[in-house]
């Protein structure tokens, strides 16, 4: 089993930034992806990013490209997600998951584990 935490998430300013991480414990990966989804009550859980754990391979969903940022620190088993230029479309609970194959898919069904979220609000 891996158990992910993630923190990070907050209240900010449309055009601010924060940073989300993902921490990851337990049966932990050294190949595998890490992606981040988010979700708004009503819709559908959607892809963000993910990042293959060892050569660091990333991809994004159109909306966030060149806006969000993936890494990971294998050392520390945490990957971090940098969001900038935040809007208030982006005001939604942003979840770590993680698979153990590593191939990069956007689908919520192909990830076996998930954290329990965090709330990002992007409001004036």
């Known amino acids: 089993q891996v158990q992910l935490v993630e923190s990070g998430g907050g209240l900010v300013q449309p055009g601010g930034s924060l940073r989300l991480s993902c921490a990851a414990s337990g049966r932990t990966f050294s190949s595998g992806v890490m992606g981040w989804f988010r979700q708004v009550p009503g819709k559908e859980r959607e892809f963000v990013a993910a990042?293959?754990?060892?050569?660091?391979?990333?991809r994004y969903a159109d909306s966030m490209k060149g806006r969000f940022t993936m890494t990971r620190d294998n050392a520390k088993n945490t990957g971090y997600l940098q969001m900038n230029s935040l809007q208030p479309e982006d005001t939604a609970v942003y979840y770590c998951a993680a698979r153990r194959s590593g191939i990069i898919l956007d689908n919520r069904g192909s990830y076996d584990y998930w954290g329990q979220g965090t709330q990002v609000t992007v409001s004036s």
């Open positions: 990042i293959t754990w060892n050569a660091g391979i990333t």
